[in-house]
């Protein structure tokens, strides 16, 4: 008998009296693992994970330093695909090899991606004469936002002539979406992010080849074009000038937001929404009422699908002889291209589109159409073409909506097989899958489906909600059935109906109806975004939490057995204990230095600067979870036109110079300095936020602790080099500290932007 057995039955200090036990639990454990898996299986699941891993390769590239090499990452791809190959009579090296070669795939395509897209970006702000076509036009109640390709650019820094801009002018413009034109306009880099984390508008524009942000100065001249516009644009345009003739005749017929909120549902034109009505939608948790996603084209897709296949039905010599079934999807998937094509084809509904035609295929090749495999292949279809948007606030919120709903559908069919199975048998265990049966299908077929429906999208997506907008809508269950009744009954059918005769001049009945939805909709959307507790504010969370919390969402939804979904539970936990544990700040800086939010001796929030951009203060309070407004957040700071001074929680003096004139006295006295200008050598502040050390970082947050260290967080990585944040270039000499007598006179840098 050895001596382990020995302390075991004798309880031996020492011993394993708990490893005998143990060892049977596990390997109990093991064995139900293993048996779920081989289910998963039989039912082909395990090709789901290969999106994720090839998904997963993706933000790998989005993650990396600094830009990869082409050549290496599709090298990479092929050689972890021949292992792939060479092992696959070997089940677990196969399964390791293929998940990798998955990962290098999305890589790689992130990769090709980002060189097809390459186009030049405005070093800094400039002045520059341009010309080229209008691409789009964004009616605005006064004024309006455009998208140039331009033609040639003088005067711009660096020479640069960047293939897009998007501008914006603030009287009614005199020209349309194809006409070419010459203006001159003031041009900024596209905004990196206000905080480490935060959403980076840089890296959006680039891949859209936005190459400058800014507004037109001057006068805009029309002009002919020296070249003939490409089909494509000229095709687009007219398009555009449709969407913006009808959105103007909506937004007149219905008056006010209902108007705003009306062209919105109709054409995707959101520009006309004011401020309020955006924020009270928002807080309904119904945003998504005016933006043309998934639900819109899964809507227009069954009318199409629907009403053509029963007005076929009506001929019994088509519904006898012909598959009219497959006829209607036909034609649906042509109904559902137009509608994207008229709604403005934006980068959300072509993924709904490519979502909707590959179920609508699946009709036509007599497969299931409502399959989480479908749902894979939209997902692959995504990686290869927009890997960028699986960042993207919409993709996730859209893509683990659907996923929820599959997998709904999934466990609906499983246990109404099974309901069928016992329900041969005798007795009382026949009577109850019966009874469970009809409920089932009264739940989720009857008037409580659209809750049903809303509860298993809202749980699949809360943790995305709560990572990218740090907002949480308790009665969503509310908002969104009420949402889908507005969309199903007024928005859809009125968009085909109206734009059908619109034409004509007959459609002016049509939007007054839609109003009626409308009015309904915002008059209860108020009342719950004024009930208590009507938005949950969220702090940003710790940078790997949303990977655990995306796991658990993928593994309760993907797996089939329970077993395995079992496991997001553990991976939720972690998650949230991330959700928790966030970095937290005390002092946020832009990449601009133009401005900052500062912690206050009373624990909130407070910014500094005279006029801190809009966008930068709304991520700052959100990411603390403060529900104020930028222009609340005022706290005793003051502020002159050389800058602004205040006290951090824990007494320290923090100062924001925007004059040269004003460094000799803050240099002096504030322990934090932070400036856009380039500070000279003899500041003596101990931490020193400039210019050139912000062009190394991006934004940063400090956090300031209880025995006086500094923690830094930057959005940059200490050698990061990507095409949308590319590695500054060498360091400046600082300039001297100007003298005392200087006083105004002393020369002003140019601010970084």
Same mark, same amino acid.
């Given at each position: 008998?050895?001596?382990?057995?020995?302390?075991?039955?004798?309880?031996?200090?020492?011993?394993?009296?708990?490893?005998?036990?143990?060892?049977?639990?596990?390997?109990?454990?093991?064995?139900?693992?293993?048996?779920?898996?081989?289910?998963?299986?039989?039912?082909?699941?395990?090709?789901?994970?290969?999106?994720?891993?090839?998904?997963?390769?993706?933000?790998?590239?989005?993650?990396?330093?600094?830009?990869?090499?082409?050549?290496?990452?599709?090298?990479?791809?092929?050689?972890?695909?021949?292992?792939?190959?060479?092992?696959?009579?070997?089940?677990?090296?196969?399964?390791?090899?293929?998940?990798?070669?998955?990962?290098?795939?999305?890589?790689?395509?992130?990769?090709?991606?980002?060189?097809?897209?390459?186009?030049?970006?405005?070093?800094?702000?400039?002045?520059?004469?341009?010309?080229?076509?209008?691409?789009?036009?964004?009616?605005?109640?006064?004024?309006?936002?455009?998208?140039?390709?331009?033609?040639?650019?003088?005067?711009?820094?660096?020479?640069?002539?960047?293939?897009?801009?998007?501008?914006?002018?603030?009287?009614?413009?005199?020209?349309?979406?194809?006409?070419?034109?010459?203006?001159?306009?003031?041009?900024?880099?596209?905004?990196?992010?206000?905080?480490?984390?935060?959403?980076?508008?840089? =890296? !959006?524009?680039?891949?859209?080849?936005?190459?400058?942000?800014?507004?037109?100065?001057?006068?805009?001249?029309?002009?002919?074009?020296?070249?003939?516009?490409?089909?494509?644009?000229?095709?687009? +345009?007219?398009?555009?000038?449709?969407?913006?003739?009808?959105?103007?005749?909506?937004?007149?017929?219905?008056?006010?937001?209902?108007?705003?909120?009306?062209?919105?549902?109709?054409?995707?034109?959101?520009?006309?929404?004011?401020?309020?009505?955006?924020?009270?939608?928002?807080?309904?948790?119904?945003?998504?009422?005016?933006?043309?996603?998934?639900?819109?084209?899964?809507?227009?897709?069954?009318?199409?699908?629907?009403?053509? =296949?029963?007005?076929?039905?009506?001929?019994?010599?088509?519904?006898?002889?012909?598959?009219?079934?497959?006829?209607?999807?036909?034609?649906?998937?042509?109904?559902?291209?137009?509608?994207?094509?008229?709604?403005?084809?934006?980068?959300?509904?072509?993924?709904?589109?490519?979502?909707?035609?590959?179920?609508?295929?699946?009709?036509?090749?007599?497969?299931?159409?409502?399959?989480?495999?479908?749902?894979?292949?939209?997902?692959?279809?995504?990686?290869?073409? /927009?890997? /960028?948007?699986?960042?993207?606030?919409?993709?996730?919120?859209?893509?683990?909506?659907?996923?929820?709903?599959?997998?709904?559908?999934?466990?609906?069919?499983?246990?109404?097989?099974?309901? =069928?199975?016992?329900?041969?048998?005798?007795?009382?265990?026949?009577?109850?899958?019966?009874?469970?049966?009809?409920?089932?299908?009264?739940?989720?077929?009857?008037?409580?489906?659209?809750?049903?429906?809303?509860?298993?999208?809202?749980?699949?997506?809360?943790?995305?909600?709560?990572?990218?907008?740090?907002?949480?809508?308790?009665?969503?269950?509310?908002?969104?059935?009420?949402?889908?009744?507005?969309?199903?009954?007024?928005?859809?059918?009125?968009?085909?109906?109206?734009?059908?005769?619109?034409?004509?001049?007959?459609?002016?009945?049509?939007?007054?109806?839609?109003?009626?939805?409308?009015?309904?909709?915002?008059?209860?959307?108020?009342?719950?975004?004024?009930?208590?507790?009507?938005?949950?504010?969220?702090?940003?969370?710790?940078?790997?939490?949303?990977?655990?919390? +995306?796991?658990?969402?993928?593994?309760?939804?993907?797996?089939?057995?329970?077993?395995?979904?079992?496991?997001?539970?553990?991976?939720?936990?972690?998650?949230?204990?991330?959700?928790?544990?966030?970095?937290?700040?005390?002092?946020?800086?832009?990449?601009?230095?133009?401005?900052?939010?500062?912690?206050?001796?009373?624990?909130?929030?407070?910014?500094?600067?005279?006029?801190?951009?809009?966008?930068?203060?709304?991520?700052?309070?959100?990411?603390? +979870?403060?529900?104020?407004?930028?222009?609340?957040?005022?706290?005793?700071?003051?502020?002159?036109?050389?800058?602004?001074?205040?006290?951090?929680?824990?007494?320290?003096?923090?100062?924001?110079?925007?004059?040269?004139?004003?460094?000799?006295?803050?240099?002096?006295?504030?322990?934090?300095?932070?400036?856009?200008?380039?500070?000279?050598?003899?500041?003596?502040?101990?931490?020193?936020? !400039?210019?050139?050390?912000?062009?190394?970082?991006?934004?940063?947050?400090?956090?300031?602790?209880?025995?006086?260290?500094?923690?830094?967080?930057?959005? =940059?990585?200490?050698?990061?080099?990507?095409?949308?944040?590319?590695?500054?270039?060498?360091?400046?000499?600082?300039? +001297?500290?100007? /003298?005392?007598?200087?006083?105004?006179?002393?020369?002003?840098?140019?601010?970084?932007?």
């Amino acid at each position: 008998m050895s001596d382990a057995t020995r302390a075991a039955e004798h309880d031996e200090p020492g011993g394993s009296a708990l490893a005998l036990p143990l060892a049977p639990r596990l390997q109990k454990v093991a064995l139900a693992l293993q048996g779920a898996y081989a289910r998963e299986v039989e039912l082909r699941r395990p090709f789901l994970w290969r999106a994720v891993a090839a998904g997963a390769g993706v933000v790998l590239y989005f993650a990396a330093e600094r830009e990869p090499s082409l050549p290496l990452a599709f090298g990479a791809v092929a050689v972890i695909a021949l292992l792939a190959f060479l092992t696959r009579r070997h089940a677990r090296a196969y399964a390791l090899f293929l998940a990798l070669a998955f990962v290098a795939a999305g890589f790689a395509s992130a990769a090709w991606r980002a060189a097809r897209v390459a186009a030049p970006i405005l070093p800094r702000t400039g002045v520059g004469d341009l010309t080229g076509f209008v691409e789009e036009i964004d009616l605005r109640p006064t004024g309006a936002r455009f998208i140039l390709r331009v033609a040639s650019a003088e005067g711009l820094p660096g020479d640069v002539v960047p293939a897009r801009v998007r501008l914006t002018i603030r009287s009614e413009p005199g020209f349309e979406a194809g006409d070419f034109i010459a203006l001159k306009a003031r041009l900024t880099p596209p905004a990196r992010a206000a905080l480490p984390g935060g959403y980076d508008f840089a =890296r !959006d524009a680039y891949f859209a080849r936005l190459g400058g942000v800014g507004k037109a100065l001057g006068r805009i001249e029309t002009m002919p074009p020296p070249d003939p516009a490409p089909l494509s644009l000229r095709f687009f +345009a007219s398009v555009d000038r449709a969407r913006n003739a009808l959105a103007s005749r909506v937004y007149k017929t219905v008056d006010g937001d209902a108007g705003a909120i009306a062209a919105a549902m109709v054409t995707g034109k959101r520009e006309y929404l004011s401020e309020n009505a955006k924020d009270l939608i928002r807080r309904a948790g119904i945003f998504h009422i005016v933006t043309i996603s998934g639900m819109q084209m899964t809507l227009v897709a069954g009318i199409f699908f629907v009403g053509l =296949r029963r007005l076929m039905a009506a001929s019994q010599i088509l519904a006898l002889n012909y598959p009219i079934k497959k006829w209607a999807a036909a034609l649906a998937i042509v109904g559902a291209v137009l509608y994207d094509i008229g709604t403005g084809s934006r980068v959300g509904t072509e993924r709904a589109l490519v979502m909707t035609l590959i179920m609508l295929a699946a009709t036509l090749f007599d497969r299931p159409s409502l399959s989480m495999r479908n749902l894979a292949l939209a997902f692959f279809f995504v990686i290869v073409f /927009e890997p /960028e948007a699986i960042l993207g606030a919409s993709f996730q919120l859209s893509f683990a909506a659907v996923a929820a709903l599959i997998a709904v559908y999934e466990w609906r069919g499983d246990h109404l097989a099974e309901g =069928r199975a016992q329900a041969r048998g005798p007795g009382v265990a026949s009577r109850f899958s019966e009874w469970r049966e009809a409920l089932l299908e009264r739940t989720l077929h009857g008037p409580g489906s659209a809750l049903v429906a809303t509860f298993c999208a809202t749980s699949a997506t809360a943790a995305f909600m709560a990572n990218d907008f740090h907002e949480i809508s308790p009665y969503v269950l509310i908002g969104n059935p009420l949402t889908l009744a507005v969309i199903e009954f007024f928005a859809v059918p009125c968009a085909l109906i109206g734009a059908a005769l619109y034409p004509f001049g007959l459609d002016g009945f049509v939007w007054r109806y839609l109003e009626t939805g409308i009015r309904l909709v915002t008059w209860l959307a108020g009342a719950i975004a004024n009930a208590p507790g009507a938005s949950l504010h969220v702090r940003a969370f710790a940078s790997w939490a949303i990977v655990f919390l +995306a796991l658990a969402v993928l593994s309760a939804v993907l797996w089939r057995s329970w077993t395995l979904r079992a496991t997001a539970i553990p991976l939720a936990l972690i998650g949230l204990l991330g959700a928790r544990s966030g970095p937290g700040f005390d002092i946020a800086v832009p990449a601009t230095g133009e401005a900052a939010a500062l912690r206050a001796p009373s624990g909130a929030l407070m910014l500094l600067g005279k006029k801190p951009s809009a966008f930068a203060a709304e991520q700052w309070l959100r990411a603390d +979870a403060d529900p104020r407004a930028a222009s609340e957040a005022k706290g005793d700071v003051g502020c002159d036109e050389q800058g602004c001074v205040g006290r951090a929680v824990d007494g320290r003096l923090v100062a924001l110079v925007v004059s040269r004139a004003a460094f000799l006295e803050d240099c002096a006295r504030a322990s934090i300095v932070i400036t856009p200008l380039r500070a000279p050598e003899g500041c003596a502040a101990p931490i020193v936020i !400039d210019r050139r050390k912000l062009a190394e970082t991006g934004a940063v947050s400090l956090r300031l602790r209880k025995d006086g260290a500094v923690a830094w967080t930057a959005a =940059r990585g200490i050698d990061e080099d990507r095409p949308w944040s590319p590695r500054p270039k060498q360091k400046e000499k600082r300039p +001297a500290l100007p /003298e005392e007598d200087e006083g105004e006179d002393a020369e002003r840098a140019e601010p970084l932007d």
